[in-house]
């Protein structure tokens, strides 16, 4: 059995593997799938996925609602991952970073530095981007908006 920062480093690099410097396009390359990505390589079992389609942010959104999700945030609270502040953020740990879109936005934390080191998605790039330095993230009612996979 592998190491768990062996698995949190390999699931990081799968994701930016298959994701990084590839277009946004809904129901391909998007947030839920890499956060779902992610989740799957980390062996965290998400039964409401499966079969899950979409082919825009308006369908994603309501297959969401369908499911009783407003957001992507509630989705991943109903896993029962731990919620963490995202300074504790560790590689392959998910973190939400602020949005104007009604899904919500997820990254995937890429090195053990507190979640400044992401890949994820942003309004300023069409492309799955590193991002570093991040210092803003999501926040709801119960604090902020990061979750332990492992």
Not at 39 to 60: C, D
Not at 122 to 127: K, L, Q
Request: with cysteine; aromatic share 6%.
């Amino acid at each position: 059995m592998l190491d768990p920062r062996e698995r949190r480093k390999r699931a990081a690099e799968a994701c930016r593997k298959r994701f990084h410097h590839k277009p946004y396009k809904p129901g391909t390359r998007d947030c839920p799938l890499l956060a779902l990505h992610d989740l799957r390589q980390l062996g965290v079992s998400v039964p409401w996925a499966k079969g899950l389609r979409w082919k825009s942010e308006a369908e994603g959104l309501k297959t969401l609602k369908a499911l009783g999700f407003a957001n992507l945030i509630e989705a991943l609270d109903s896993l029962d991952l731990a919620r963490i502040a995202p300074a504790m953020a560790r590689t392959a740990d998910i973190v939400a970073l602020p949005t104007t879109h009604k899904l919500g936005a997820l990254a995937i934390c890429m090195k053990d530095d507190g979640g400044r080191t992401l890949l994820g998605y942003t309004e300023a790039s069409p492309d799955t981007e590193i991002l570093t330095n991040v210092t803003d993230f999501a926040r709801d009612e119960r604090g902020y908006c990061a979750w332990r996979v492992i």
